[in-house]
């Protein structure tokens, strides 16, 4: 069984619309992320919660916006998405400590039209 | 800030012959953590290996790195690469002692190894 499940697995948007990306670990991680990939820069690091917390926010857009209802659950939510958005985005997660591994889920993609 | 660089954006290579990735970096931890991450086509990054300590080798399905933080690097290698190695590969570093820090990533080397 996948311990990361992240969906949909894929997601046709329209520019300026509103989506949200689902992300739950049943790991028992204390820790999760998100990343983004896309053809034009590597992996990006977006947001990472600890404890349900916010540790750390490298998104400069307040267009993205995590959301953890749960320690185990850790969405996305992007409004006005616009073509650049277009990515995959990644959901990960550790144990806690900065020197446990991440573990990534499968990713969704996103594509904005 | 942080920032972590990889000099080769794609390597290609013969089966067999060896694989060499560089990886230097550039932090304000005094003792970070060095990660290679592997991504397959249409798969997401899985962790290859790890290391905190200084000048100490780590192995891992026939891939060995060594943290020297004399020098900032963190170099990949493998003696004989194999198809099955054609992939993505990231260097990465974090903050050891924070829980839930960012894992900053180099901008990746693409291997491609052909028979």
């Known amino acids: 069984d996948p311990k990361i499940i992240q969906k949909p697995k894929y997601l046709v948007a329209v520019t300026g619309s509103e989506k949200i990306l689902i992300c739950e670990q049943y790991?028992?991680?204390?820790?999760m992320y998100w990343y983004r990939q896309s053809a034009k820069k590597p992996l990006e690091f977006m947001f990472s919660?600890?404890?349900?917390?916010?540790?750390d926010n490298q998104t400069a857009s307040s267009r993205f916006q995590p959301q953890s209802s749960k320690k185990n659950h850790l969405d996305l939510q992007i409004t006005a998405l616009k073509p650049d958005d277009s990515a995959t985005y990644f959901c990960?997660?550790?144990?806690?400590?900065?020197?446990?591994?991440?573990?990534f889920g499968p990713g969704t993609r996103l594509l904005v039209l | 800030g942080d920032s972590v660089t990889q000099t080769e954006g794609l390597v290609t290579l013969t089966e067999g012959l060896p694989v060499m990735l560089n990886c230097t970096y550039q932090?304000?931890?005094?003792?970070?953590?060095l990660f290679w991450y592997v991504q397959h086509l249409n798969e997401s990054p899985r962790l290859l290996l790890k290391?905190?300590?200084?000048?100490k080798r780590t192995e891992h399905q026939g891939f060995h790195a060594t943290l020297h933080k004399s020098s900032s690097s963190f170099h990949l290698q493998k003696s004989s690469a194999q198809l099955s190695d054609s992939a993505l590969y990231y260097c990465?570093?974090?903050?050891?002692?924070?829980?839930?820090?960012?894992?900053?990533f180099g901008t990746g080397t693409t291997v491609s190894v052909s028979p």
């Open positions: 990960a997660s550790s144990q806690d400590g900065g020197a446990d591994t991440q573990y």
């Open positions: 790991l028992g991680h204390n820790a």
């Open positions: 919660y600890s404890y349900q917390k916010l540790m």
């Open positions: 932090t304000i931890y005094s003792n970070p953590f």
């Open positions: 290391s905190f300590t200084d000048n």
């Open positions: 990465a570093l974090s903050d050891p002692y924070q829980g839930g820090r960012a894992l900053i």
